[in-house]
């Protein structure tokens, strides 16, 4: 396995450690705290990770390119990205004080947000310094830096929970504690390979890197606000109890979110390579099509069909709203995965441009449709919101791949078409079952009902599994890992 493999495979293997913890965390806050405190907490956090954009503005990504190019100007680049940083942090700090009021926070929601400032500024140098390092191909620090910040996170605040403590600043000052550990550990591997001179700013390259940032920066602001734009509107219309709830089901939708990250990573290289084959690339882009459906489909399908199990498990009586929200809010993993590939093919033949004009026009209808439709339909409002926006962005997307690659409607039905059948046949065995066995037995039968319908129908063939194998050896770039947040 080649260097860049092994890192790809390290971060990936933290960052589904990450995720996993995180979701259990996020599980047993909700549980034991109800649905209105848990709207405050994620109303904080998600706050914070929005403005936390404005303190980046793209530059870490600037970063990771530019010294990856020239690694002898490693310690320059990181000073003045360092530098420009040290100048975005105050704006984002006023913007947290500010926005709480603007957004119709209440006063615990609004002080929570204030802590969590610190969260914030604790990301940002980590995320400079991760980047440093991403740079220069070591990639191994972020990877036990991710799973073990969240881990200290998760100690201190299932201790808390377990005293009894009902302030959610407690929970706050959980999250310093990882976020902090990983800012430390991350300037500390810095200094180790750069020298402690890598940790003064410095502005030799003026503002270079902001130019060579926009687009990245544009790219991020529009994933924040479509992400976190429902739960901002849900909590001026209905109030902090009604995010709480949604919270739920957005939580338990996108902990799945990384499953296709390692290979897409393996995808990009690939594509860049084809750039000049049309039909290479249209044979790479469908075969990679395939993958992430194969991913999606009993994701998707098992999950409606066990969501009022899993709400209950997992979260209690107070959500008893949440099943509901989430057996909409789950099929937008199928356009968030079959547009992955989307993003790798526009990337790799130089169209990143128009992936970020999909993704700007994606905000407005979110931002659009949230208002519009919180009001009339309640919680499932903002489900419905973020399945229009979503498959707005995968269509939007398929047209500009059919232009560039000649891929058609029918090459996508061909390929995927058979999967989600499996997966809606799995969906309905599961639904009759349920009231005869214990719901997470159903998980199993309905697994192999997937698999049987879909060789059956030769929606999964020999072939296919040789060619992701093939797919999947070649190098990777490795995937960003998510927040601790």
């Not at 971060?11 to 913890?21: R, Y």
């Not at 119709?104 to 610190?118: E, H, M, N, R, W």
Request: aromatic share 12%; net charge positive.
């Amino acid at each position: 396995m080649s260097q860049l493999a092994r890192n790809t495979a390290l971060l990936t293997a933290a960052s589904i450690g990450q995720k996993a913890v995180a979701f259990l965390y996020f599980a047993a806050i909700a549980k034991t705290i109800g649905d209105s405190a848990t709207g405050a907490y994620f109303l904080a956090l998600g706050l914070t990770t929005t403005i936390g954009v404005l303190d980046d503005l793209g530059l870490t990504s600037v970063l990771i390119r530019e010294v990856a190019r020239t690694p002898e100007k490693a310690i320059v680049y990181t000073r003045n990205i360092m530098g420009l940083k040290m100048l975005t942090m105050p704006i984002t700090v006023l913007c947290a004080f500010i926005l709480p009021g603007l957004l119709g926070f209440d006063a615990q929601a609004s002080t929570l947000a204030f802590i969590a400032v610190i969260v914030m500024l604790c990301d940002t140098v980590s995320l400079t310094f991760y980047g440093a390092l991403r740079g220069l191909h070591v990639l191994k620090y972020e990877s036990i830096g991710i799973f073990v910040g969240q881990t200290i996170t998760t100690i201190i605040g299932v201790f808390v929970l377990l005293e009894g403590a009902t302030d959610l600043r407690f929970l706050i000052l959980a999250l310093i504690a990882g976020s902090l550990w990983n800012a430390c550990f991350a300037v500390y591997n810095v200094v180790k390979r750069l020298g402690i001179k890598a940790l003064a700013p410095s502005y030799s390259l003026g503002l270079e890197p902001l130019k060579m940032s926009f687009m990245f920066f544009l790219a991020a602001i529009f994933v924040k606000v479509y992400s976190y734009v429902d739960s901002f509107t849900l909590n001026m219309v209905m109030g902090q109890a009604a995010v709480g709830v949604y919270a739920v089901a957005y939580k338990l939708t996108y902990a799945f979110q990384f499953l296709p990250l390692a290979f897409v990573g393996a995808l990009y290289p690939a594509m860049s390579a084809q750039a000049g084959d049309k039909v290479a690339l249209k044979k790479t882009f469908l075969q990679a099509e395939w993958y992430v459906a194969l991913l999606a489909a009993p994701v998707v399908f098992g999950i409606f069909a066990i969501a009022p199990e899993l709400i209950h498990t997992f979260y209690g009586s107070d959500y008893a709203e949440s099943p509901a929200v989430l057996q909409i809010l789950i099929f937008v993993l199928i356009f968030v995965f079959l547009d992955f590939p989307m993003g790798s093919f526009m990337n790799a033949t130089g169209n990143q441009r128009i992936k970020t004009g999909i993704m700007g026009v994606t905000m407005v209808i979110n931002v659009v449709s949230n208002l519009l439709l919180i009001p009339v339909l309640g919680i499932p409002g903002a489900a419905v919101s973020a399945l229009l926006c979503f498959a707005f962005m995968f269509t939007a997307g398929f047209f500009a791949v059919r232009h560039i690659a000649g891929v058609t409607t029918f090459d996508i039905i061909l390929k995927v078409g058979g999967l989600f059948a499996a997966g809606a046949v799995m969906s309905a065995v599961v639904m009759i079952l349920k009231p005869f066995m214990f719901w997470a037995l159903t998980i199993p039968v309905g697994a192999l009902v997937f698999f049987m319908v879909a060789f059956l129908t030769k929606a999964i063939t020999v072939n296919h599994l040789k060619l992701f194998r093939g797919l999947i050896s070649r190098k990777s770039y490795a995937p960003s890992p998510a927040s601790n947040v």
